[in-house]
């Protein structure tokens, strides 16, 4: 298959804190859209990040409702609250692997989203773990619209990825103009269905009806492998590279940084 862009760039910031994590994809999509990164390091190019969280961290969708969620635990057990730039609904980011990947394109979004997935899969393959596509669309208007919809990972888009009919990754796009976001969560262990402990005012009944849906319909990593960040990584690089044909080209967050207006006021 032709590569779908001309340079395929990665990098790797490691664990930071939920405003830092979201504040520096929302600068990355705004150095595609005014041009930053093509005048930097070419045109037709598209940029991997890969991540993870500290401390962890309750991300909001950036339409949903923050009364949902209990500030006051999350503030008294250490834990951060962000909105994200994309939609859909919360994610707690605890031992968790996060991309997020960048291009200025006319390409589909489902496309897109097909392409990153197949990427991830097969890494996923290399560590023993057999992830398949979800093949229908669910109607998210109708599931946010039930109360236990609080959590993000309870339903599964077409091209998501599942193992055994449960959701291993969970993905959100967002799109400018010419230019799209696409970051998602690849749980490493099942504390992201920990989701429960930080909804507002939520009864017991509502509580166990979440922890049951996250115990049903999501999985994480440890389920089928011992592998972790460090060692899904490098495996994700050199997936893209393939993917690329030529190879991914490996960026510092220094490099990154010293964009074009990059640390601009968002």
């Not at 997936?239 to 690329?244: F, H, P, Y």
Request: net charge neutral.
């Amino acid at each position: 298959m032709e590569p779908l862009f001309s340079s395929v760039y990665c990098v790797d910031t490691g664990a930071c804190s939920g405003q830092f994590n979201m504040d520096f994809d929302v600068r990355l999509m705004r150095a595609f859209a005014d041009g930053a990164f093509a005048r930097a390091f070419g045109e037709g190019g598209c940029l991997w990040r890969f991540y993870a969280w500290s401390p962890s961290t309750v991300s909001l969708g950036r339409n949903q409702n923050p009364a949902e969620i209990d500030r006051e635990r999350c503030r008294a057990e250490g834990v951060d609250v962000v909105v994200r730039p994309t939609g859909g609904r919360a994610v707690f980011h605890a031992d968790e692997l996060t991309y997020s990947f960048f291009a200025a394109t006319p390409l589909p979004n489902e496309a897109i989203y097909q392409m990153v997935h197949e990427t991830i899969a097969r890494s996923l393959s290399k560590v023993g773990v057999a992830a398949e596509f979800c093949r229908s669309q669910p109607d998210f208007r109708a599931r946010y619209a039930s109360p236990e919809s609080v959590s993000c990972f309870t339903a599964s888009a077409r091209y998501e990825l599942q193992v055994g009919g449960r959701k291993i990754v969970g993905s959100a796009q967002r799109r400018q103009g010419n230019v799209l976001l696409q970051h998602g969560s690849l749980p490493l262990t099942a504390r992201h269905r920990q989701i429960s402990r930080y909804l507002a005012g939520a009864s017991r009944e509502l509580v166990d009806a979440v922890d049951a849906d996250m115990e049903r319909k999501t999985a994480s990593l440890d389920e089928f492998s011992g592998a972790g960040y460090a060692d899904l990584v490098p495996l994700l690089i050199a997936e893209v590279g393939k993917a690329a044909g030529s190879g991914a080209k490996l960026l510092t967050s220094g490099e990154i940084e010293r964009l074009e207006g990059f640390h601009l006021s968002l």
